[in-house]
């Protein structure tokens, strides 16, 4: 479904990500892992329209990477950035609705999106009319989560959902992205928490200093202690 081929972005000299090769199957669960400024964000972003790069990255075939933000949202890829960022003064309700700014004519499939979306999130339904501002932490990131997949995404990028977040809370999100996983979506998942993307993933790449540094089915790279001491921090 997305298969990004030998894509370099850099920030004027800095070269974050260099040659990287990553493909995600439709269905698949994909997880790209690595330490502090290995280069995940910058992939990411690349690969949703808002950085300039080399390379190429295609989706259901079709060339995208020079595409706009915009139009990459049009043709299905939705991100959850780790900025987390929500509208703070519109409700609960509201920033759903603007997840839904692909498809703004189908008024009938956004009130079914967004019994969905209570169902899988009923916190989100009970703080319908609350300033998104004023949601915790963990409910932002599931506000944020539910506002992307109201576009109907055929593919969720989702950028260190488990960030910042207490363990609990932690658990709740990881269980969130395993249903969604069974929904049938496609997910690129990036993450500084190891343990816990491998054990939803079906494969993973390891990112190190902008390369692709090892990549496998999750379990080889779980089972690989060399890569977590190197890589995922021990
Ligand atoms: N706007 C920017 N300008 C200059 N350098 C940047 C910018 N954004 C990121 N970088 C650099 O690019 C490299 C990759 O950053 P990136 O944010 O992609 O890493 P990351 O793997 O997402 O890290 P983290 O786990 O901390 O989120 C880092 O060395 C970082 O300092
Ligand atoms: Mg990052």
């Not at 049009?74 to 920033?95: C, Q, S, Y």
Request: glycine share 8%.
């Amino acid at each position: 479904m997305l298969k990004v081929e030998n894509l370099s972005v850099s920030y004027g000299a800095i070269a974050a990500v260099k040659k990287v090769d990553i493909e995600v199957r439709e269905g698949e669960l994909v997880t790209l892992l690595g330490a502090n400024g290995a280069g995940k964000t910058t992939t990411l972003l690349a690969i949703a329209g808002v950085l300039r790069n080399s390379g190429k990255i295609l989706f259901r075939d079709r060339e995208i990477s020079h595409w706009s933000p915009e139009k990459v949202a049009h043709a299905g890829i939705a991100m959850v950035p780790e900025t987390r960022d929500v509208f703070a003064d519109l409700t609960v309700l509201e920033n759903l609705r603007l997840g839904a700014f692909t498809r703004r004519k189908d008024t009938q499939g956004c009130e079914k999106d967004l019994a969905g979306m209570f169902e899988l999130f009923p916190i989100l339904e009970e703080r319908r009319t609350q300033p998104a501002g004023t949601l915790s932490g963990g409910e932002q990131q599931q506000l944020v989560i539910a506002r992307a997949l109201m576009s109907r995404p055929q593919l969720l990028l989702l950028d260190e959902p488990s960030m910042g977040l207490a363990p609990a809370i932690v658990d709740k999100i990881f269980d969130y992205i395993a249903r969604l996983k069974q929904t049938g979506l496609t997910i690129l998942l990036v993450e500084q928490n190891a343990r816990k993307a491998l054990t939803c993933a079906d494969r993973a790449y390891v990112l190190a200093l902008g390369e692709v540094a090892a990549s496998g089915s999750a379990r080889e790279i779980s089972e690989s202690s060399d890569l977590a001491a190197l890589y995922l921090g021990g």
